[in-house]
């Protein structure tokens, strides 16, 4: 089977000089908070670089929600080849991903204000509760087992995805946020996306170019629930422990932006800002667009509770803007199989391609 992009030979133009110095990378991603758009950078990265991806064996996910394994990550063909990116959904255990990757892995994830991250986990995982999200916030006990292993974004879901083990927090939690600590040297803040992009930049070494974005997966305006005091409330008293992980890396974020310099981080997001514009313009010829309007390689996996929206990229592009703007707007589904086909030469499991794995995360009545 063909893969569904071009080989990367269409891109020759915009890989002239191609980076060789870009440090291997671990990229934790988060459920709901903006991740989808880093990994579409570090995809972009890595194929111009011609980067090895730590891949999860013929599907999307490392065997979410099991903690990763380094048993999860399949083999390359040259077994001395060693993986420079490690970006598919997996639940973070740092000792398994030192088995995988380099020593000099930069690690980096992203959180996003915990009130907005569960309103959006509720959205997409929760197909069938018999109540709306105000209402299940009342009484979430009633829905939410911690003994059930479906139930694990039903709280907390970034602390989850860090591999918090939420039962014995109250001993840990300081000595887990030291560890979290240690291990990142970015976590990224989703309300503060284009700064976090700019010591991204820093980090790996990427210019304004290669940091340029649309933001993916996003759902319709009719799908995201408006938020009350009252239900705020109730969804920072039900997520403790990730608004204590945000207000955490918050302020080591804050730290890191004053010891980065506030006039030069806001002269260079204002730069990205506007080769970010001109990109957009260049590459995409409507935004927001439904699920129906869109060629099945641009169409971003739909759920059964939200409408997730896509992009349009522009006609009479050259083969080299086509094949770069494609790419800046694939969802992540499609640029995975792509990118797992030019590794192995080998297309993943039919039943994967068009059925992603869902997140099997919620209690039995709420799936």
């Known amino acids: ?21 870009t440090p291997p990378v671990v990229f934790l991603k988060t459920h709901k908070t903006g991740s989808s758009t880093v990994q579409n950078l570090l995809f972009r990265m890595g194929e111009r670089d011609r980067a090895t991806f730590a891949f999860p064996h013929h599907s999307y996910q490392f065997s979410y929600p099991e903690k990763f394994r380094a048993k999860f990550v399949d083999e390359l063909p040259d077994d001395s080849s060693q993986y420079d990116l490690l970006c598919s959904n997996m639940r973070l255990d740092v000792e398994q991903l030192k088995q995988v990757m380099p020593e000099n892995a930069v690690y980096i994830t992203i959180l996003r204000e915990p009130l907005r991250t569960f309103e959006s986990v509720f959205s997409y995982y ?72 700019i010591l991204l930049g820093s980090l790996l070494d990427l210019n304004m170019e290669e940091l340029a974005y649309v933001r993916l997966n996003t759902r319709s305006l009719q799908d995201v629930t408006h938020l009350d005091d009252d239900t705020k409330d109730q969804i920072s008293a039900w997520n403790t422990l ?68 896509g992009y349009q990229i522009q006609k009479n592009l050259t083969k080299p803007e086509q094949a770069f703007c494609t790419r800046l707007v694939l969802p992540e589904l499609q ?33």
Request: one cysteine or more.
């Open 335 to 367: 640029y995975h199989a792509h990118l797992y086909f030019q590794q192995y030469g080998r297309d993943m499991r039919a039943s994967s391609k068009h059925s992603p794995p869902r997140t099997v995360c919620v209690h039995p009545d709420m799936s």
């Open 242 to 309: 990730d608004v204590l992980l945000y207000d955490f890396f918050l302020q080591i974020f804050l730290e890191k932006v004053e010891k980065y310099g506030l006039e030069r981080l806001n002269s260079e997001v204002a730069l990205l800002r506007a080769t970010t514009n001109r990109i957009r313009r260049k590459c995409v010829a409507r935004s927001g667009v439904y699920p129906e309007e869109l060629e099945d390689l641009v169409r971003p996996w739909q759920t059964d509770t939200v409408t997730i929206l």
């Open 1 to 21: 089977m063909q893969p569904i992009l071009q080989a990367p030979q269409d891109m020759t133009t915009i890989i002239k000089n191609p980076r060789t110095q």
């Open 126 to 197: 929760t197909s069938t509760v018999p109540s709306a999200l105000s209402l299940f916030l009342e009484s979430p006990d009633a829905f939410w087992d911690p003994k059930e292993p479906g139930n694990c974004l039903g709280r907390n879901p970034m602390s989850f995805d860090l591999g918090i083990d939420s039962q014995q927090w109250n001993t840990t939690w300081r000595t887990d946020l030291s560890l979290l600590e240690e291990t990142f040297q970015l976590v990224m803040i989703a309300e503060h996306f284009d700064e976090s992009l």
